[in-house]
C-alpha cells in the first residue's frame, strides 16, 4: 500500500468538487425534535424485522447536534463541495401546508456554516424519507405527490436559493422502485411490481416538476437529477445475453436517463412493461416535456456492474464487499462516465457517490486502518481521471459517506464512511482513508 506522493501524477482540473456525501436520515437523529414530522423511514425502521438489529435513525450520527463539529471534520479535509440532504419532514411534518422555520433554520446553519469554511453545498431535496402523511395519502403511487413535491421544492429555493449552487431532486428514483416497491426490502416496503413503475414516472415527474418550480421562481442554482447507474455488461458471448443485457439497461439506466434528458421513455422497456401496465397508463399527455426540462448537470452514482445471462438473472464476476450486491469494478466508472457523455452530449456531470462499507474497528492507539477503502477510492479516481481525459465534462467527485452512518435496511453493521463514528459516544475518527483523501485534496489528485 503506498501513500500518494504530495505530486501528483494524475492531476484533477482546477476547481475540481472534491466532495463527499450524506444524508438526512443516514445521519441527522434528532428524529423528534423542533417540529420535524414523520417519515416512512421512521415507520419501517421501527417496524419489527425490517432493519437488522432493530437499527432506526432516531439518533444515527447526531449530526443535528453535532453539524458544527462536522462541518470543522470537513474544513479539515479540506473539502471543496459537501452533499446532503434536506428533510422533508423537518420542512413540512405532514408533507404540506405551511413550512416549519425551525426546520429550514437548521439548514440555513449548515449551508451558512460551509460558506464559512469555503465548502460549496450541493443539496438533494429528496433521499427517500417521505412525510408519513404522504404514505398514507398513497405515497409514490400517487401522482398528487408529486405536485406536493414541486410545493416542498419551492419553499427550500425559497428559503436557501441564495445560498445552495447546486440543487439534486430526487436521489436514486431506481432504488426507490427497485427497494421500495420490488424487493420491499426499503420503506416502503411493498412487493408490487406494477405499483413500482408507475412510482417511477412519478418520481420523474417530480424531478421535472422540481426543476421547473426552481426556474420560475428565477432560482440562481443549477439544478439535475441524482441517477444511480449499473454498467449492464452481458455475462458471456451469447446473442441471448446481449439481448437481455440490452433490456437490463433500459430498466437500470434508459429508463431514468432517457426521459429526463431526451423526453422519451426507451421502446423496448415500454414494450416490456406492456400497455396495460399502470405506469404507461399513468402517463399523460406533456408529462414528458415536464420531465425532460432542461438540467444544468447530471449527478452519477456508481457503486457496481451488473452481468447479465440470457435468462436475464445476473452472475457475480468480481469480488464483493461487505455489501453482498456490490462488485468491486472500478473500470465500470469510465464505462458509465462515458457512456453517458456519448449517448447524452455534454451534460456537465459530478459523481455524487462512490464507496464501499469496509469492517472498521478503532485501534487500541485511537486509529483506524480503512486501507481497503483506500485502494477503492485510489482505483476509481483512476477511472474518474481517465475518463476526463477522454473527454467527459466531470466537475466533482463525493465519497459516500462522510460518516459511518444509518445504512438503511442494515442498519449500523455497515460503515461507509471516511470518518468513523463511536456510536456509544459519537466520537468522531477520521479513518486512514479520510488522511489519505486530505492529501489527494491537497494534491490536486493522485
Ligand atoms: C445508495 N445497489 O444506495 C444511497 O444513495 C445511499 O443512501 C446509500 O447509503 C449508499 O448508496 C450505499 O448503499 C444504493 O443495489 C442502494 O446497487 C443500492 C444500490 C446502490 C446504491
Not at 53 to 75: I, K, P, Q, S
Not at 227 to 250: I, K, M, Q, V
Request: proline letters at 7%; aromatic letters at 10%.
Amino acid at each position: 500500500e503506498s501513500e500518494p506522493s504530495p505530486v501528483a501524477d494524475l492531476r484533477f482540473p482546477p476547481g475540481f468538487g472534491w466532495g463527499a456525501a450524506t444524508s438526512a436520515y443516514q445521519i441527522e437523529g434528532a428524529a423528534k425534535e423542533d417540529g420535524r414530522g414523520e417519515s416512512i423511514w421512521d415507520t419501517f425502521s421501527r417496524t419489527p424485522g425490517r432493519t437488522r438489529n432493530g437499527d432506526t435513525g432516531d439518533v444515527a450520527a447526531d449530526h443535528y447536534h453535532r453539524y458544527a463539529e462536522d462541518l470543522d471534520l470537513m474544513r479539515d479535509l479540506g473539502l471543496k463541495s459537501y452533499r446532503f440532504s434536506i428533510s422533508w419532514p423537518r420542512v413540512q411534518a405532514d408533507g404540506s401546508g405551511v413550512p416549519n422555520q425551525r426546520g429550514l433554520d437548521f439548514y440555513r446553519r449548515l449551508v451558512d456554516g460551509l460558506h464559512e469554511r469555503g465548502i460549496a453545498p450541493m443539496a438533494t431535496l429528496f433521499h427517500w424519507d417521505l412525510p408519513q402523511a404522504l404514505q398514507d395519502a398513497g405515497g409514490w403511487e400517487s401522482r398528487e405527490v408529486a405536485y406536493r413535491f414541486a410545493d416542498y421544492a419551492d419553499i427550500v429555493f425559497g428559503a436557501l436559493g441564495d445560498r445552495v449552487p447546486v440543487w439534486l431532486t430526487i436521489n436514486e428514483p431506481k432504488t426507490v422502485v427497485q427497494n421500495g416497491y420490488l424487493s420491499g426490502h426499503h420503506a416502503p416496503g411493498h412487493r408490487a411490481p406494477q405499483a413500482a413503475y408507475l412510482v417511477a414516472h412519478h418520481l420523474q415527474l417530480a424531478h421535472g416538476l422540481a426543476v421547473r418550480a426552481l426556474r420560475d421562481g428565477g432560482g440562481t442554482g443549477r439544478i439535475g437529477p441524482a441517477f444511480n447507474l449499473h454498467p449492464c455488461y452481458p455475462a458471456d458471448d451469447s446473442p441471448g445475453a446481449a439481448e437481455a443485457t440490452r433490456l437490463y439497461d433500459g430498466y437500470e439506466n434508459r429508463l431514468y436517463l432517457d426521459s429526463a434528458l431526451t423526453g422519451r421513455y426507451p421502446d423496448d422497456v415500454l414494450a416490456d412493461l406492456g400497455p396495460d401496465s399502470r405506469m404507461v397508463r399513468g402517463i399523460r399527455d406533456g408529462d414528458l416535456d415536464v420531465i425532460s426540462a432542461p438540467v444544468d448537470l447530471v449527478a452519477v452514482q456508481y457503486y457496481t456492474p451488473i452481468y447479465v445471462t440470457a435468462d436475464g438473472t445476473t452472475v457475480r464476476r468480481w469480488p464483493t464487499s461487505e455489501a453482498d450486491w456490490q462488485q468491486i469494478h472500478p473500470d465500470g466508472m469510465y464505462d458509465i462516465l462515458t457512456r453517458v457523455t456519448r449517448d447524452y452530449g455534454p451534460v456537465p456531470l459530478t459523481v455524487t457517490e462512490n464507496g464501499l462499507p469496509t469492517p472498521d474497528t478503532l485501534a487500541a492507539d485511537g486509529t483506524v486502518d480503512d486501507a481497503g477503502r483506500i485502494r477503492f477510492l485510489r482505483d476509481h479516481l483512476a477511472a474518474a481521471h481517465r475518463a476526463l481525459a477522454a473527454g467527459v465534462p466531470l466537475e466533482g467527485f463525493h465519497v459516500w459517506s462522510l460518516l459511518d452512518n444509518f445504512e438503511w435496511a442494515e442498519g449500523y453493521d455497515q460503515r461507509w464512511g471516511l470518518v468513523y463514528v463511536d456510536y456509544p459516544t459519537q466520537r468522531r475518527v477520521p479513518k486512514r482513508s479520510a488522511h489519505w483523501y486530505r492529501e489527494v485534496i491537497a494534491a490536486g489528485g493522485l
